[in-house]
């Protein structure tokens, strides 16, 4: 009886508050940035692309995103001509609920660049309110030098397990990569071969596990659509474990670490 005497104001308070509006920033409207990234992301595929060949064709398209009163070219003369590669959304800053910036990263003729443009949102209606505007890329970073002690007897010991490894997670050959991995891991499937295994760096640790990067030679198939052959290197990161005097590979990620020359 006890039990249920606490628990029935407990039951009846926890449904008061289910019941509750919502108060506080929860209860306030928020600029939609998925849908504005969206909208902001096919409004570039009309925005970008342009011929002069078919300027009544983009003004049309863009009719679907503008809203009224706005210059139906947005700025463009009706000459010359943009191809666009690529555009993803870098960043959406709203001002309010309703109005925001969504801004891209895009490829353009060649150019690297950011595009700033801007979106009204209203009860599920889209539209962009005026001329984007192109900014810089983000600038490169420079990345400082990751100080670490080598272990270089490990690093000679590993080469010859690690260059079996590679050319099995090459070829996705399931027998090899049971051999040499633990568990076993999913290979590439023949979209490259092994060319080399170019460098190991094994910093020092524990003597039954450790974390290495490995550089590996790729060599690209030719004859494959829009492939001409030629050689990719790239790095690895590997979770290695040592069972049985042998080291296993635990798991495989990109690394983090800064390229050599």
């Not at 308070?13 to 920033?25: I, L």
């Not at 943009?82 to 003729?109: E, W």
């Amino acid at each position: 009886m006890l039990v249920n005497g606490i628990r029935a104001p407990f039951e009846r308070f926890t449904s008061e508050r289910s019941n509750t509006p919502a108060t506080g920033d929860a209860a306030k409207p928020r600029f939609p940035e998925a849908a504005a990234s969206a909208y902001a992301l096919s409004f570039a595929q009309v925005y970008l692309n342009y011929d002069q060949a078919f300027a009544q064709d983009r003004q049309k398209q863009l009719a679907q995103f503008i809203a009224g009163g706005i210059d139906p070219q947005l700025g463009w003369d009706g000459t010359g001509k943009s191809v666009l590669q690529s555009a993803y959304v870098a960043s959406v800053r709203a001002n309010d609920d309703q109005h925001g910036v969504v801004t891209l990263l895009a490829r353009a003729n060649g150019r690297f660049f950011q595009l700033a443009v801007p979106v009204y949102a209203k009860d599920g209606a889209m539209a962009i309110t005026g001329r984007p505007a192109t900014l810089p890329p983000p600038p490169t970073a420079s990345v400082p030098p990751v100080a670490q002690e080598r272990d270089s007897a490990l690093e000679a010991e590993l080469q010859q397990p690690l260059t079996d490894f590679f050319k099995a997670y090459a070829a996705s050959d399931a027998g090899s990569l049971q051999r040499y991995s633990d568990p076993p891991v999913t290979g590439l499937g023949n979209a490259v071969t092994f060319g080399q295994l170019k460098d190991v760096v094994a910093p020092r640790g524990d003597v039954g596990s450790r974390t290495v990067t490995a550089t590996v030679v790729w060599q690209i198939p030719a004859g494959q659509p829009k492939t001409v052959g030629g050689t990719l290197e790239q790095t690895y990161q590997l979770a290695l474990v040592k069972k049985g005097g042998y080291w296993f590979v635990r798991d495989i990620q990109g690394s983090t670490l800064p390229a050599g020359s």
